[in-house]
Antibody, heavy 119, light 107 residues
Framework: QVQLVESGGGVVQPGRSLRLSCAAS????????MHWVRQAPGKGLEWVAV????????YFVDSVKGRFTISRDNSKNTLYLQMSSLRAEDTAVYYC????????????WGQGTLVTVSS | DIQMTQSPSTLSASVGDRVTITCRAS??????LAWYQQKPGKAPKLLIY???TLESGVPSRFRGSGSGTEFTLTISSLQPDDFASYYC?????????FGQGTRLEIK
C-alpha cells in the first residue's frame, strides 16, 4: 500500500528555518512528480511547490518563492521542503502528494505535518 | 495565474439528495481539473481527474463534467459518508490552484 509520511513540523519563531521531510514506502518516488500542499487552520488548500520525478524542474507559488526550496533524494525515497524566513502566514498543515509525471492530479497524500510560526 | 472560483461555499442537504458543486476557471484549462473530498483532520482524497474520470474505488454516485472554464461535481444520492468538504483543482499550468472549497453539511 502506497504510504507517504511527513515529518519535521513544529513550532518555530518568525524568521527562522525548518525542513520538512516526506518518506515514501511501498512505492518508488522515482516514478512521480512530488508536491507540497498546505492548509492553514480552518482554511482551504493551497498548493506550494512541485519537483519533477527526476528533480530537473521545480515550481513554487509566488508567496514562497525565494524562501522555500524543494528537493528529493530518490535513493532515500524522500522528499524535502526547506523553509526559511518563515512568517506567521506560513502556519499550516503541510501535506506531500504525488502526481504522475505528465499530470497534476494528486493521487496519494501523506497525513500532514503541522508547522506553527509564532514568537 | 489561473484562478478557480468554486460555489457554493456551503451547501446544506439531506441523505438521498442530489447536489451539484460548480467550479469556474479564469481561463480555459481544457479538462485538466480534479475534484477532492476532505474530511476534518484528514488528507484530501482524489475523487475525479481529467474533469470526468472517476478515481479507482470512488462510488459511481460521484460524477464530474465540464471542460474549458466551467465544471461541475454532482453527487447523485447523498450518503452519510459524503458530508465533507470538496475542492476543485486546476492542473493545466503552474501554479496549481485550488478552488476555495465547498463544505457539504447535513440539513
Amino acid at each position: 500500500q502506497v504510504q507517504l509520511v511527513e515529518s519535521g513540523g513544529g513550532v518555530v519563531q518568525p524568521g527562522r528555518s525548518l525542513r520538512l521531510s516526506c518518506a515514501a514506502s511501498a512505492f518508488s518516488l522515482n516514478d512521480y512528480n512530488m508536491h507540497w500542499v498546505r492548509q492553514a487552520p480552518g482554511k482551504g488548500l493551497e498548493w506550494v511547490a512541485v519537483i519533477s520525478f527526476d528533480g530537473s524542474n521545480k515550481y513554487f507559488v509566488d508567496s514562497v518563492k525565494g524562501r522555500f526550496t524543494i528537493s528529493r533524494d530518490n535513493s532515500k525515497n524522500t522528499l524535502y521542503l526547506q523553509m526559511s524566513s518563515l512568517r506567521a502566514e506560513d502556519t499550516a498543515v503541510y501535506y506531500c502528494a504525488t502526481s504522475a509525471p505528465k499530470y497534476g492530479d494528486l493521487g496519494s497524500w501523506g497525513q500532514g505535518t503541522l508547522v506553527t510560526v509564532s514568537s | 495565474d489561473i484562478q478557480m472560483t468554486q460555489s457554493p461555499s456551503t451547501l446544506s442537504a439531506s441523505v438521498g439528495d442530489r447536489v451539484t458543486i460548480t467550479c469556474r476557471a479564469s481561463q480555459s484549462i481544457s479538462n485538466w481539473l480534479a475534484w477532492y473530498q476532505q474530511k476534518p483532520g484528514k488528507a484530501p482524497k482524489l475523487l475525479i481527474y481529467e474533469a470526468s474520470t472517476l478515481e479507482s474505488g470512488v462510488p459511481s454516485r460521484f460524477r464530474g463534467s465540464g471542460s474549458g472554464t466551467e465544471f461541475t461535481l454532482t453527487i447523485s444520492s447523498l450518503q452519510p459518508d459524503d458530508f465533507a468538504s470538496y475542492y476543485c483543482q486546476q492542473y493545466n499550468s503552474y501554479p496549481i490552484m485550488f478552488g476555495q472549497g465547498t463544505r457539504l453539511e447535513i440539513k
